[in-house]
């Protein structure tokens, strides 16, 4: 199985799921989107997957160190794709491609089936 985890490395909830990841023996890939940004083809994939309203994270400090115009320009999805795009730290984290499912978050039990948990596949 071929997973791609989208995330920051310094980021405590990144961190927990590489963690989960290497304790159930899954390799993952890891882009670090802060590094070196976020393709736009990944982006629009999961925008489509989720929405961008699920992957827009307006509970970080990235968020709220932002004027009040930025935000506002984020109340659409042009908007929010287009922050996503130029900070990607207001992305929620991680992104977790499998090869059937996208996820959002730290959320193993609504991990796919073949990641050793179970669950349904869930798109977040």
Same mark, same amino acid.
């Given at each position: 199985m071929k997973v791609q985890l989208y995330g920051i490395p310094n980021c405590d909830t990144v961190k927990k799921a590489r963690a989960w990841f290497a304790e159930q023996g899954i390799e993952v890939a890891f882009h670090d989107f802060k590094k070196a940004g976020v393709p736009a083809e990944a982006l629009d994939a999961w925008v489509a997957a989720v929405g961008w309203e699920r992957l827009l994270n307006r509970q970080g400090n990235t968020w709220r160190r932002l004027d009040d115009a $930025?935000?506002?320009?984020?109340?659409? *999805? #042009? /908007?929010?794709? =287009?922050?996503?795009? @130029?900070?990607?730290?207001?992305?929620?984290?991680?992104?977790?491609?499998?090869?059937?499912?996208?996820?959002?978050?730290? $959320?193993?039990?609504?991990?796919?089936? *073949? #990641? /050793?948990?179970? =669950?349904?596949?869930? @798109?977040?």
């Open positions: $930025t935000r506002a320009a984020a109340a659409d *999805a #042009a /908007g929010a794709c =287009a922050l996503m795009r @130029a900070q990607p730290s207001v992305i929620k984290r991680p992104v977790v491609v499998w090869p059937a499912a996208i996820t959002v978050g730290f $959320t193993p039990t609504q991990w796919p089936p *073949a #990641a /050793g948990r179970g =669950a349904e596949p869930h @798109a977040g």
